[in-house]
């Protein structure tokens, strides 16, 4: 065979392949039956030792002439990312120290739902934002035919950057193809494509010619990038109530590879809207303690009876440690690291064990390089569901034992559960607490859990902290875990 011309060793080969391969597709749909799932096959029959056929040609072609591929790839040290923009737009203000002030003064932002006539549901309240503009941020033509999920992520993207000093001058000089933009939505354009349904009623011929494209949830970012130029990675990612730590540990690593050297990132929802509501009213997940909104989110109290919807985005931009220190940024904090994982359990209900969530901080820890001892501040999950809260408090008990010098509380409480947008404003709470030395209050917790330790919980006031390690938990429907960890720079 060595003797034959390449050519016609490789129409040799390519021949035998191709009998070899017909012979076995004709073999696998005789042992294919349908039914089930994904079919099953009948159990083949047992080979003689040396699993070959007899008669059946085998055919190896050898390319002494071609060396091994090269790698060229060098290799990159591991680079640092910091923090140097935040931007908001939550029930409790539309600038970071705005929305943080609240937070420490235990203030809430879930009010009744004034946006449509909820009076026929169960559940009536939200933490709804009642005054948001899009003037100076977004063209008006465009605001008027996008999603809200889309205003407040580009309203929050562009604020990340005045936060952080990005100015026009700053803006002109940047390599546009290293910065990116991943921010995501556990539910995208719902309401663009309600309006749809509702004008395909009458006539797709009055249907929004935009509802395909803004309804999904890569549009956002990619509109963002188009309006800023930035050609570097850019798309979204959708993993429920978790999409905003997906997307942060997501744009680190592209900075910490070396791909980029500034990304925006985090996540945005706005599904308070009657499709919205109605959906979680109908899997039985919200509160329905309409006549008290304030008192309706109260994350490990034991007279809690679920969860209250919130809207809005959080935005931070990270930032390469060199090129934020070349451009003379104000770095808030350092993003150290972080982990995904799966229950692999049910689509709603924690794992009863917690497996998948102590799996993912015990990650998260090895992939930031820090100890448990080093953990001194939790901004859990915790949404105000019986099982959620109860879980996830027992598995961070199991990572990091019962030391007092743990202090963990839940954004939720006064926000109300933003969904994917919730660990991005969670995100930006951390980081606040980095920067001011005070952390916030649970609000509504007057008659902790039997299960919980209070002595771990944050009580009715902020309290001073000294934060070494801040980790913050979002969990998804599906069984998505993630844990992302700060530190002080």
Same mark, same amino acid.
């Given at each position: 065979?060595?003797?034959?011309?390449?050519?016609?060793?490789?129409?040799?080969?390519?021949?035998?392949?191709?009998?070899?391969?017909?012979?076995?597709?004709?073999?696998?749909?005789?042992?294919?039956?349908?039914?089930?799932?994904?079919?099953?096959?009948?159990?083949?029959?047992?080979?003689?030792?040396?699993?070959?056929?007899?008669?059946?040609?085998?055919?190896?072609?050898?390319?002494?002439?071609?060396?091994?591929?090269?790698?060229?790839?060098?290799?990159?040290?591991?680079?640092?990312?910091?923090?140097?923009?935040?931007?908001?737009?939550?029930?409790?203000?539309?600038?970071?120290?705005?929305?943080?002030?609240?937070?420490?003064?235990?203030?809430?932002?879930?009010?009744?739902?004034?946006?449509?006539?909820?009076?026929?549901?169960?559940?009536?309240?939200?933490?709804?934002?009642?005054?948001?503009?899009?003037?100076?941020?977004?063209?008006?033509?465009?605001?008027?035919?996008?999603?809200?999920?889309?205003?407040?992520?580009?309203?929050?993207?562009?604020?990340?950057?005045?936060?952080?000093?990005?100015?026009?001058?700053?803006?002109?000089?940047?390599?546009?193809?290293?910065? &990116? #933009? $991943?921010?995501?939505?556990?539910?995208?354009?719902? %309401?663009?494509?309600?309006?749809? @349904?509702? +004008?395909?009623?009458?006539?797709?011929?009055?249907?929004?010619?935009?509802?395909?494209?803004?309804?999904?949830?890569?549009?956002?970012?990619?509109?963002?990038?188009?309006?800023?130029?930035?050609?570097?990675?850019?798309?979204?990612?959708?993993?429920?109530?978790?999409?905003?730590?997906?997307?942060?540990?997501?744009?680190?690593?592209?900075?910490?590879?070396?791909?980029?050297?500034?990304?925006?990132?985090?996540?945005?929802?706005?599904?308070?809207?009657?499709?919205?509501?109605?959906?979680?009213?109908?899997?039985?997940?919200?509160?329905?303690?309409?006549?008290?909104?304030?008192?309706?989110?109260?994350?490990?109290?034991?007279?809690?009876?679920?969860?209250?919807?919130?809207?809005?985005? &959080? #935005? $931070?931009?990270?930032?390469?440690?060199?090129?934020? %220190?070349?451009?003379?940024?104000? @770095?808030? +904090?350092?993003?150290?690291?972080?982990?995904?994982?799966?229950?692999?359990?049910?689509?709603?209900?924690?794992?009863?064990?917690?497996?998948?969530?102590?799996?993912?901080?015990?990650?998260?820890?090895?992939?930031?390089?820090?100890?448990?001892?080093?953990?001194?501040?939790?901004?859990?999950?915790?949404?105000?569901?019986?099982?959620?809260?109860?879980?996830?408090?027992?598995?961070?008990?199991?990572?990091?034992?019962?030391?007092?010098?743990?202090?963990?509380?839940?954004?939720?409480?006064?926000?109300?559960?933003?969904?994917?947008?919730?660990?991005?404003?969670?995100?930006?709470?951390?980081?606040?607490?980095?920067?001011?030395?005070?952390?916030?209050?649970?609000?509504?917790?007057?008659?902790?859990?039997?299960?919980?330790?209070?002595?771990?919980?944050?009580?009715?006031?902020?309290?001073?902290?000294?934060?070494?390690?801040?980790?913050?938990?979002?969990?998804?429907?599906?069984?998505?875990?993630?844990?992302?960890?700060?530190?002080?720079?």
């Amino acid at each position: 065979m060595s003797a034959v011309a390449p050519p016609l060793r490789t129409w040799i080969v390519a021949a035998c392949l191709s009998a070899t391969c017909v012979a076995d597709d004709e073999r696998k749909q005789r042992n294919y039956i349908g039914g089930g799932l994904f079919g099953t096959r009948r159990q083949p029959a047992a080979r003689r030792r040396g699993g070959t056929r007899s008669g059946v040609p085998i055919a190896v072609s050898f390319h002494p002439e071609r060396g091994a591929v090269e790698n060229n790839k060098s290799e990159t040290k591991q680079r640092r990312v910091v923090v140097t923009g935040m931007g908001v737009v939550t029930p409790l203000g539309h600038e970071p120290d705005e929305f943080y002030n609240n937070l420490l003064q235990g203030l809430s932002g879930i009010s009744e739902i004034e946006a449509f006539d909820c009076s026929s549901y169960p559940t009536r309240i939200a933490g709804e934002i009642k005054s948001f503009s899009t003037d100076g941020w977004v063209a008006p033509k465009l605001a008027k035919r996008m999603d809200k999920f889309m205003q407040y992520l580009i309203v929050a993207g562009k604020k990340a950057l005045e936060n952080g000093g990005v100015t026009e001058d700053i803006m002109n000089e940047l390599d546009k193809s290293r910065c &990116g #933009v $991943l921010i995501g939505s556990g539910m995208g354009g719902m %309401k663009v494509f309600s309006d749809a @349904i509702e +004008a395909l009623r009458v006539s797709y011929r009055k249907m929004n010619p935009f509802c395909v494209p803004f309804a999904t949830t890569n549009m956002g970012s990619a509109i963002l990038a188009m309006d800023l130029g930035w050609m570097g990675p850019n798309y979204s990612i959708s993993t429920a109530c978790a999409t905003s730590n997906f997307c942060i540990l997501s744009a680190a690593n592209h900075i910490m590879r070396g791909e980029t050297d500034l990304m925006l990132c985090g996540g945005s929802d706005a599904p308070i809207i009657p499709i919205g509501l109605g959906g979680f009213v109908a899997c039985r997940a919200l509160s329905q303690r309409n006549s008290d909104p304030t008192k309706a989110s109260r994350p490990w109290d034991m007279d809690r009876d679920g969860f209250v919807m919130g809207e809005g985005a &959080g #935005v $931070l931009l990270l930032e390469e440690l060199e090129h934020a %220190k070349q451009r003379g940024a104000e @770095i808030y +904090a350092e993003f150290l690291g972080g982990s995904f994982t799966c229950d692999a359990y049910h689509m709603t209900e924690p794992h009863p064990e917690g497996k998948g969530v102590i799996l993912c901080v015990e990650n998260a820890l090895a992939d930031a390089g820090v100890t448990r001892q080093d953990i001194n501040y939790v901004n859990a999950h915790a949404t105000s569901t019986q099982l959620g809260d109860l879980k996830e408090f027992q598995a961070l008990c199991r990572c990091f034992g019962q030391n007092p010098q743990l202090r963990v509380n839940s954004t939720k409480s006064m926000t109300g559960h933003l969904l994917g947008a919730a660990g991005g404003i969670e995100a930006v709470a951390v980081i606040q607490a980095i920067r001011t030395g005070w952390i916030h209050p649970n609000i509504n917790l007057d008659n902790p859990d039997k299960n919980v330790d209070v002595n771990l919980l944050v009580g009715s006031q902020k309290e001073r902290c000294d934060v070494k390690v801040a980790l913050s938990n979002s969990f998804g429907f599906g069984g998505h875990n993630s844990s992302i960890l700060f530190a002080p720079f």
